[in-house]
């Protein structure tokens, strides 16, 4: 049986982009990932790729400066991912709209928030907005437009897999069911297809990362928060930006994609149940905002399970229970966001190339 040096856990964005920066850092280590594609893949496939850490983000903290940072690594990141892969992946950098009638008394918070940080924006009255959007409801009002960006998210899992493969990482479709350990060290995964060794583990397994700490006696404070999403065929002219509104977003994917339109917040454990009457309450909302939306096609319909952790930041880092385990979890809506300044972030940890410890993301903090 062979002993990797990394054995992550977790076949999302998440774990292979570690895989990926990682195997980059150390091209002579072993390097393997595992995952059922069923419950890896709930988050990384499910999102709608929205990079918007000025839009989701209300305060100037360790976490917004992260996420702002990951917005910025993100072009040289689709470039390496792409060149290694041979997989296009779309990333439009047209920035989002934020609609007067959306977020309402919200829009001078908005707005002075984006002045003091900085950040890319400019108002458009009411006639710029049916000059320049008039596929909009004639009624939104102003809008504020936000430097921000937007991802194709699965065809960006697609090419961190094939990439992670060329760089000679290993893949193994396997659902890991626990650990071997010896005192404060893990040697080997348990899948249901046998174990797994290795010197290093990374767990990056979403939601289900609480179920496999709690095999390793660690209390996790991680839990699945619901999300019911749809995709609508829209004509890619209609639309370039994303937009942001009160408990709605649209999201074009363009190349032909349609439009992703989300999404519901629900703390029910990882009930994955789609509800036909909540799938038209959020077209409904949408085409409040985007009227081609109500007559759309509807493609396909889907739910998804955001790891969110106590204090809604990420749980990155060594764990301070064993010495050779490592957490990448609870990135919650943030995690395609996050993916290239995550990526670096942990694969710095593993090597032991220490980059600059962010506390507020410490496993410690909840003891793990």
């Given at each position: 049986m062979p002993q990797y040096?990394?054995?992550?856990?977790?076949?999302?964005?998440?774990?292979?982009?570690?895989?990926?920066?990682?195997k980059q850092a150390?091209?002579?280590?072993?390097?393997?990932?595992?995952?059922?594609?069923?419950?890896?893949?709930?988050?990384?496939?499910?999102?709608?790729?929205?990079?918007?850490?000025?839009?989701?983000?209300?305060?100037?903290?360790?976490?917004?400066?992260?996420?702002?940072?990951s917005l910025d690594k993100y072009p040289?990141?689709?470039?390496?991912v792409s060149s290694v892969s041979g997989k296009d992946v779309f990333l439009s950098d047209a920035g989002s709209i934020m609609p007067e009638k959306s977020i309402g008394d919200q829009w001078d918070e908005r707005l002075q928030f984006f002045k003091?940080?900085?950040?890319?924006?400019?108002?458009?009255?009411?006639?710029?907005?049916r000059e320049k959007l008039p596929h909009l409801?004639?009624?939104?009002?102003?809008?504020?437009?936000?430097?921000?960006?937007?991802?194709?998210?699965r065809q960006l899992h697609d090419a961190l897999v094939a990439a992670s493969a060329k760089l000679g990482v290993r893949v193994e479709?396997?659902?890991?069911?626990?650990?071997?350990?010896?005192?404060?060290?893990?040697?080997?995964?348990?899948?249901?297809?046998?174990?797994?060794?290795g010197k290093r583990f990374v767990l990056a397994a979403g939601s289900w990362s609480q179920q496999l700490g709690r095999v390793l006696g660690v209390s996790m404070p991680v839990r699945p928060i619901k999300g019911q999403m749809c995709r609508?065929?829209?004509d890619d002219m209609t639309l370039a930006y994303t937009i942001h509104g009160m408990c709605t977003y649209i999201a074009p994917w363009r190349q032909g994609n349609g439009f992703v339109l989300g999404s519901t917040m629900e703390d029910k454990g990882f009930?994955?149940?789609?509800?036909?009457?909540?799938?038209?309450?959020?077209?409904?909302?949408?085409?409040?905002?985007?009227?081609?939306?109500?007559?759309a096609p509807l493609v396909e319909t889907w739910a998804g399970l955001r790891p969110a952790a106590e204090d809604r930041m990420p749980v990155m880092g060594a764990s301070s229970k064993f010495h050779n385990l490592y957490y990448s979890t609870g990135h919650f809506r943030n995690g395609i966001l996050q993916t290239p300044n995550q990526a670096d972030y942990m694969a710095g940890i593993v090597t032991g190339d220490a980059p600059e410890l962010v506390a507020e993301f410490d496993p410690a903090r909840y003891d793990m």
């Open positions: 040096d990394v054995v992550i856990v977790g076949a999302g964005v998440i774990g292979h982009s570690i895989a990926f920066k990682t150390r091209p002579d280590w072993n390097i393997v990932v595992l995952g059922d594609p069923m419950h890896s893949l709930a988050a990384s496939r499910a999102a709608a790729g929205m990079l918007a850490p000025f839009c989701e983000c209300r305060e100037a903290n360790r976490f917004f400066r992260f996420c702002r940072e040289r990141f689709i470039e390496e003091s940080e900085n950040v890319p924006h400019a108002v458009w009255s009411p006639a710029e907005v409801s004639p009624d939104v009002g102003a809008c504020i437009w936000v430097g921000e960006a937007q991802i194709n998210n479709n396997a659902g890991v069911t626990g650990f071997r350990q010896d005192g404060s060290s893990l040697f080997a995964a348990v899948t249901d297809t046998g174990e797994v060794e609508v065929d829209v009930d994955s149940l789609i509800q036909d009457d909540v799938i038209q309450a959020i077209i409904d909302r949408a085409a409040a905002i985007l009227p081609a939306i109500q007559d």
